[in-house]
Nanobody, 119 residues
């Protein structure tokens, strides 16, 4: 059984930075795609950024140039460095792992971590 444990959320002022981390325990299937999704109040969950084991990355347009996703050498940890944060980045951020290249489904979910951007 795979578990995803997230850390790093919190309250930050606009323009500030946060770093989210997600560590996977257990044996993850190969050729996986790890990433971060977020859900703001009253909005649908959206994919923010993802990275395959082979190094293919994706960013939502709203975070390009501000967020950076990375995976460690084991492939079992995925980080999201968030800079120049805006109030509209406020959401619950979820780590996910999938076999799907298009994130049409998620195999494993983290518990979610709150990110609040406010002055």
């Amino acid at each position: 059984q795979v578990q995803l444990v997230e850390s790093g959320g919190g309250l930050v002022q606009p323009g500030g930075s946060l770093r989210l981390s997600c560590a996977a325990s257990g044996s993850i299937f190969s050729d996986n795609n790890m990433g971060w999704l977020r859900q703001a109040p009253g909005k649908q969950r959206e994919l923010v950024a993802s990275a395959t084991e082979g190094g293919i990355v994706y960013y939502a347009n709203s975070v390009k140039g501000r967020f950076t996703i990375s995976r460690d050498h084991t492939g079992n940890t995925v980080n999201l460095q968030m800079n120049s944060l805006k109030p509209e980045d406020t959401a619950v951020y979820y780590c996910g792992v999938t076999r799907s290249r298009t994130w049409s489904y998620v195999d494993y979910w983290g518990q979610g971590t709150q990110v609040t951007v406010s002055s």
